[in-house]
């Protein structure tokens, strides 16, 4: 199957943002820069240069003629809200371009992987397209995309909590490793507080219409071999999720 869920991802935050759809590359580069000093690795000092130069160049070219779009609206400001400060403009739409995009493919492709996966599952969702949507609040609660946020304690230590251990608190979430669609308790793979991620809702919507195009268009789904599973990472996931389909009536992909 033809690789979906990064590309809409990316397509998703470069239209949101208002930057030419070809800049897309550039983006995914940015974020998987960022992913991996998450990770610890060491920076990739060329990537963030060019992303400061690419936010530097958008900022400039939208402060002088504001077209409406993602960019402009932090460089203008909402209506009755004083403007940011460059330093602060530059640091919120480096942020918007690295926060969606490789966290909602993610999201797309554990849900993807998880309808694949169960043929009950699927025939349900298949019939009721609108539980699409419980199984990507599964997919969230179960394999939240962000491991951990980091906070800086009172003492100065840097603190880790753990989203991912805390949607599998048996306490919260009976029979936690369990992908069970029609549980109702509220989970953390967006966060809490101020910080909570303001693109949940684009990012469940994403992964929502990826799931119910993808039964649309096909009469079946099911793996094809082991999805390669980013598990210690503070981004964690399937990188890859090999499916076969099938698109004529109802049967087991492959053997038509
Ligand atoms: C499945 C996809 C996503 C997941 C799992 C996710 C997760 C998170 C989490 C856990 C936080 C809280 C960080 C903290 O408390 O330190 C956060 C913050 C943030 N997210 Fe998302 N996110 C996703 C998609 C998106 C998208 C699509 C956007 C852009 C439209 C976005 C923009 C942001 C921004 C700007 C923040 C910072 C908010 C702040 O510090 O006040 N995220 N996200």
Known sequence: MPS????????????????????????????????????????????????????????????????????????????????????????????????????????????????AADPELQARVRARPADAARVVEEALRRDPPLRFVLRQAAAGDVVACRLDEANRDPAAHPDPDHFDIDRDEPHLAFGAGVHRCPGAGLARRQAKVLLQTALARTSALAPAGDATWDRDRHLQGPAAVPLRFATGPPGIPGTR
């Open 4 to 115: 979906w869920p990064v590309p809409l991802a990316a397509a998703v935050t470069a239209a949101q943002l208002g930057v030419d759809r070809a800049a897309a590359a550039d983006l995914l580069r940015f974020g998987d820069a960022v992913s991996d000093v998450a990770d610890g690795q060491p920076p990739d000092h060329a990537a963030f240069a060019d992303l400061d130069l690419a936010v530097a160049r958008w900022a400039a070219s939208r402060r002088s003629c504001p077209t409406g779009d993602g960019i402009s609206i932090v460089v203008t400001g909402a209506r009755g809200q004083a403007q940011l400060k460059p330093r602060e403009v530059r640091s919120l739409v480096r942020l918007l371009v690295v926060a969606g995009i490789v966290t909602s493919a993610r999201l797309s492709s554990v849900t993807l992987l998880a309808v």
